[in-house]
Structure formats: C-alpha cells, structure tokens
C-alpha cells in the first residue's frame, strides 16, 4: 500500500547539500504498524513529512495504493492528504481559538461535509477519543493528554487509510503518553496503519515491525512481514 | 470548502482581530467617503452653475461689440471697433428669427435721496429686459414700454438702493437723483435666488435713453436678443452678424454668443473638475489598498503556524488563496459601506447648510467608489493571500 522507491531528498544548508534522505527503498502493507526511530537529525521526520506528502522527494517515487502521488499537482496532493492521512503531531497544532468540536471539524470543513453530518461525525470522533465532555473547551482548557486526543480525533474524523503520528508523545507526561499510545494501538487494532516516528525505544519496540534511521538511510528493518 | 464555511472562517479571523480589522475598515471608509463626498459637492456646483445659466434661457444670444478673435489670443476685442447703437439694437428686430431684444448701458453713477446717497451700477434698458432676463419685480412697475429712443425720468431700484436711501418709507412714487438727473421710482425688484453677473438688489435700472444721457456714452455695451425658438438660434446668430454688417459699412464688428455655448463651455469645465477631485479622492482609496497590504503581510505571517495546519488537513492552495482574498472581500465592501453612507451623510449635510446647492452623488461615481474599494481590497490582499499559499508546510509547521 506504501511503497516508496529510491527515495532522495536534500536541503541546501549554507552552500552545502545535506543529505536528510538517501536513497530510501520501504514498503508498508496496509494494516501495518511501523514505529519509525533514529538519533534527532537522522532524517526520520523528513521521512514522515515525505509520507504524509508534505514533502517532495527530490529523487524516487512514492506510491501510495498504486498511485505515484509524487507525480500529483498540488490540489490532488491535498486531496490525499484530506482523504487517506492522518496526522498526529507532537505540539498537537490545535487552533487555539477554535474549541475542541471545531477543531476536530476543521478537516470536514475543508473537505467541504455538510454541517449535519459534520456534527455527527465530529460527535463520534470525540466520543471515540473519551472526550465528549470536553467538546465545547478551547485547546489551554484541556490538559496535554486532552489536547492530544482532540488531535487524534481531527485526524481519524475523516477515516483515513494511514495514520502518522510524529513523536505523539513527545509533549506528554508518562500517564497520558501511555493513554496515547494505548488510543493509537486500539486504532491499529481497528484495522489502521500506523506509523509512528519516536526516538523513545521504549514506544519504538511496542511497534512489531521497527525500523532504524541513522544519517538518511534504513540501517535496521525488524520485525517485518510478520504483522 | 462549501462558502457559507469559507465566508464564516474569514469573518471569524476578521473578528479575531478587531482592532486591526477596524483600522482597514476606517482606511477603506474614509477612501470612499471622500470620492462620494468630492464628486457629489463638485456635481452640484455644476448642476448648480449650469441651472443658473439656463434660468437665463437658451434661447438667449448676447451681442457685444467688437470682433472676437476665437483662434489664438482667445476673447480679445478690438479696441477700434465701431460702437454699437441703440439703432443697430433696434435694426435687429426687423429678422423673423428674432422675437425680442433688450439693449444694455452699464455704468456707474450715485444716487441719492435727501441726505442719503451712494454710489450704484446703473443699467440702462428697455421694458423687455425684466423678461429676458427672468427677473421679478417685488412692487410697482418695470420700466414702461414706448419709445426706447425717448428719454423718460422714471427708473426701477433694487432691494439694498430702496433700503439704504429710504428706510421704512413707501418708495413708488418717490423722486430721486441719480448723476445730474431726477426720476421717480416706478418699481423695485425682487431680490432673484439666482444671481450671476449684475446683482439685481443694488442695480438702478433706467430707460435705455436716459442712461445715455446721464452716463454720457452713445455705445451700448450689449444687447440681448431672444430667438423665436431654439432652432432659431443659428439663423438668428447669422442675420445679426449680417445685418449689423450692412450698417456697419461691410465690417464684421460684433461679437454674438449664444447663451448654449456659454452653459456648455461651463458644463465642460464643471465636469472635468469632478473627474479631477474624484481622482485625487481615489488616491486615499489606493492608500487604504496598500494598508490593507501592510496589515494583511503581518496576519499571514503571525498565522503560518495555521496555514501550515490547514495545508497538513488537506487544504490545497486555492483554498487557502481564496480564503485570504474572501477575508480581503470582505474588509474592503463593509469599508466601502460605511463610507458610502458617510459620505452621503456628509453631503447631506452640505445640502442642509446651502440649500441651494442641489447635493447629491452621480450613480457613475457611487459605483465606481464602490468597486475600486473591492477591487483594491482584492488586489492589494492578492499578495499576501499568495503568499499564504505558498507557504511549505514543513515550515509552517516547525515553527511554533
């Protein structure tokens, strides 16, 4: 379902290219969960970024269910975005002046959902995520954990194939993290694809198949085939 | 994203920054106000000005003496020109183009009552004035028609002359002395609304023979002539020329100009004049565009984070474009409001101060207030909203 080929993606810094992304070959079934690990620096959020097509390659293709999205202008980049993946961020990026409903809205309204069935799914979403009560809170009335799972409800309100979750519990205390990480793993279990970028082992090995980044290229596949 | 969201989200950011977005609003207002409030003040001192001019009627031709030159030096009248007399005036009236004409002396003299005296402009003519002109009279009797040739000691005086010389008094009747000469006061004028040239309220108005006299000057300085109808006018203009040439050995010697040429040469000047201020105001509109600019760059700045949020959701870079350029829409037509209606205020009240002055906005200049405002408002918001778009969403995101 992912299948990214000789992936290369470089940044100019100063007057030199470095290379954050190096001939990266990766496949990922569908139904998979991935936890993706590497030092700060290793090029694993560029590879989040390049899967979540934020990013372009500059080298390779990425297919996604077959379709070569790196080939796509960008309203049909968005269009994948909007409709196959899911984001998890670490700073959560909630809009602080919107509550936690409208928060969770914001990709229904972009995709252009009428506001009846808006409200329906938006409820669910929340409801799913146990926060029901906290609907009407804007982000600095929620604790961290909240504000995590108003996230992970934006991002699974509209149903996505693939969900990606960039060091979801890197802003959380222990407690909540763990709650996180417990949402994410029963939303695999619903039949998701989860990747999760982390440099916490402790949340990386929770993941069956694990994979290792150390200056732009896969030094360890673990795990695989067997999920 | 279905408008009604599109036009929520915008609003909600509009709101979101009240006091930014009302600094915008006031730019765009006062931007409109002003076109609104020049062009309507400068329209009605045109309409005001030409409604003057043709309260003189159009079938009006002036003739004065002396030969324009209309190419190059512009009005200038020789001076060697053969004067004109009260029997060329009267020659005029044997054209059937011609209906009525009443011949002009003006001058100055003083007039005086008992102790009482000043100095006045006088204006020698015949009974036909009072109507060529549109003047009314408040008492008594305009000059008496006859003989224009006949010196006749009676005169007509307008409102000031009647109040400086005798007060309380009644005046018909009265005698007084104007130069080295004694008329009785046969009428006194109304005091006309409309008043370009000669001020009928300190006029002293004699027959045309007497003034003659008095002032000592065989000339006329005009005379006005009425055409039968405006499809006259041509003809008549012709046969004044011709016929005051046969009396004037061959010589082509008076100038003749019709009151439509006049009103139209006005109307020209009035008109650019309103264009003229109506540009200038559109200026301040231009202004307001590049503030909107200004503060529109500082909102997208202080909102990447957002934007790179909406473009991870799914949002491609239309939508965020058209998203800036709706809220940019929507600053610049409530700013184009609420300067229409203080603009329309605004001259509202000059009308209520000078109630002759027929105010009021052409619907030319509305309009076009209106839409400069919303397209400045989308032209100036153009760049921003496009760099919005452009925005890399890695970017956008990673800073916090």
């Known amino acids: 379902m992912i299948q990214l080929d000789g992936i290369c993606r470089t940044f100019r810094v100063g007057d030199q290219d470095v290379g954050a992304l190096r001939d990266i070959d990766l496949h990922i079934a569908s139904g998979e969960h991935v936890s993706i690990m590497g030092p700060s620096g290793s090029g694993k959020s560029t590879l989040l970024n390049i899967l979540g097509v934020l990013d372009r390659p500059d080298a390779g293709t990425y297919r996604i269910d077959g379709q070569d999205v790196t080939a796509l202008d960008d309203a049909a980049q968005a269009r994948v975005r909007r409709e196959r993946i899911g984001f998890v961020f670490q700073f959560f990026h909630l809009v602080p002046y919107l509550t936690a409903t409208e928060n969770v809205e914001l990709p229904l309204v972009l995709a252009g959902v009428a506001p009846a069935e808006r409200r329906d799914r938006v409820a669910a979403a929340l409801a799913a995520m146990g926060i029901a009560d906290r609907a009407h809170h804007r982000p600095e009335e929620l604790s961290g954990g909240q504000r995590q799972r108003v996230a992970i409800a934006r991002a699974t309100v509209t149903r996505p194939h693939v969900l990606l979750a960039d060091e979801p519990t890197g802003n959380l205390d222990r407690g909540s993290g763990s709650d996180v990480i417990k949402i994410l793993e029963g939303l695999h279990d619903s039949g998701l694809t989860l990747i999760v970028v982390t440099h916490d082992a402790e949340i990386g090995d929770r993941a069956p198949r694990r994979i290792r980044i150390v200056d732009g290229r896969i030094v360890q596949d673990a795990g695989g085939g067997g999920a | ?400």
């Open chain 2, 1 to 400: 994203m279905r408008p009604p969201d599109l036009l929520q989200t915008a609003l909600r950011a509009l709101l979101r920054h009240r006091s930014r977005s009302a600094m915008m609003l006031l730019a765009m207002a006062i931007g409109v106000a002003a076109v609104v409030t020049l062009t309507s003040l400068s329209e009605a001192a045109r309409r005001y000005v030409t409604s003057e001019f043709a309260s003189l009627g159009t079938q009006l031709l002036i003739v004065s003496p002396g030969k324009a030159a209309t190419r190059g030096t512009g009005m200038f009248i020789h001076e060697t020109a053969r004067d004109l007399t009260l029997a060329d005036a009267l020659a005029l009236l044997r054209s059937p183009q011609i209906a009525r004409i009443a011949p002009l002396v003006l001058g100055q003299t003083v007039v005086s009552s008992g102790s009482r005296q000043r100095e006045v402009p006088v204006l020698g003519t015949t009974s036909e004035f009072l109507d060529l002109r549109r003047w009314t009279l408040a008492q008594g009797q305009f000059l008496p028609p006859g003989d224009p040739e006949r010196p006749e000691s009676v005169c007509v005086i307008g409102e000031k002359i009647r109040e400086e010389l005798f007060g309380p008094r009644p005046v018909l009747g009265e005698w007084l002395r104007a130069g080295d000469r004694r008329c009785r006061v046969t009428g006194i004028l109304a005091t006309q609304g409309r008043s370009i040239g000669l001020d009928a309220d300190e006029v002293l108005v004699l027959p045309v023979a007497t003034a003659q006299d008095l002032l000592d000057e065989r000339s006329l300085s005009r005379i006005l002539v009425e055409a039968r109808s405006r499809d006259a006018l041509p003809g008549a203009q012709q046969e004044i020329v011709d016929i005051v040439r046969g009396r004037h050995q061959g010589e082509e010697d008076v100038t003749v100009v019709s009151q439509a040429a006049v009103l139209e040469t006005f109307d020209r000047i009035l008109r650019s004049l309103t264009y003229t201020l109506a540009g200038i105001a559109a200026v301040s509109l231009a202004v307001a565009g590049i503030l909107i600019m200004n503060v529109m760059l500082v909102s997208v700045a202080q909102r990447t984070p957002e934007i790179g949020l909406l473009k991870a959701l799914g949002a491609p870079r239309r939508q965020i474009l058209s998203s800036f350029l709706v809220e940019a829409a929507l600053l610049s037509s409530a700013g184009g409001v609420l300067g229409l209606l203080a603009g329309w205020s605004g001259s509202a009240l000059v009308g209520r101060l000078y109630p002759n002055l027929p105010v009021g906005a052409p619907a030319w200049a509305v309009i076009a207030a209106f839409a400069t405002a919303i397209g400045t408002g989308i032209l100036f918001g153009a760049l921003p909203a496009r760099r919005a778009a452009r925005l890399d969403p890695v970017q956008a995101l990673s800073r916090r």
